[in-house]
């Protein structure tokens, strides 16, 4: 059996390893599009919304409706594609780990 110091430093250990992953997710970029590409949304595997890009294509009064619901799309396919890039981030950092199956960080 392991002593306390030892869990202990495994646990500052895990705690600096987490830190570590997660300012990296900020640094990985992802993009979601609606539209044929025709609305680009650009983010942090942290959720950051980075850049929005909108085909001039788009920009007619009467399809204000379509343009929104274009603008919503880009978003959630972003945001699908920033937790995958963070889930996938995390994985490799705790692959290494001795952690009990179904075990998952952040707490």
């Not at 392991?2 to 300012?23: C, F, P, R, T």
């Not at 959630?76 to 001795?98: L, Q």
């Amino acid at each position: 059996m392991k002593s306390i110091e030892d869990i202990m430093a495994m646990a500052q250990n895990v705690q600096a390893e987490l830190q570590k992953a997660q300012a990296s997710l900020d640094t990985i970029e992802v993009e979601g599009a609606a539209g044929g590409g025709l609305v680009k949304i650009r983010a942090s595997a942290k959720g950051r919304i980075i850049s929005v890009d909108i085909d001039d294509s788009l920009m007619v009064p009467g399809e204000k409706q379509m343009l929104e619901d274009l603008i919503a799309a880009a978003l959630n396919d972003a945001r699908a594609k920033a937790d995958a890039a963070s889930n996938d981030e995390m994985a490799k950092m705790t692959s290494g780990m001795p952690l009990p199956p179904g075990f998952k960080l952040p707490f």
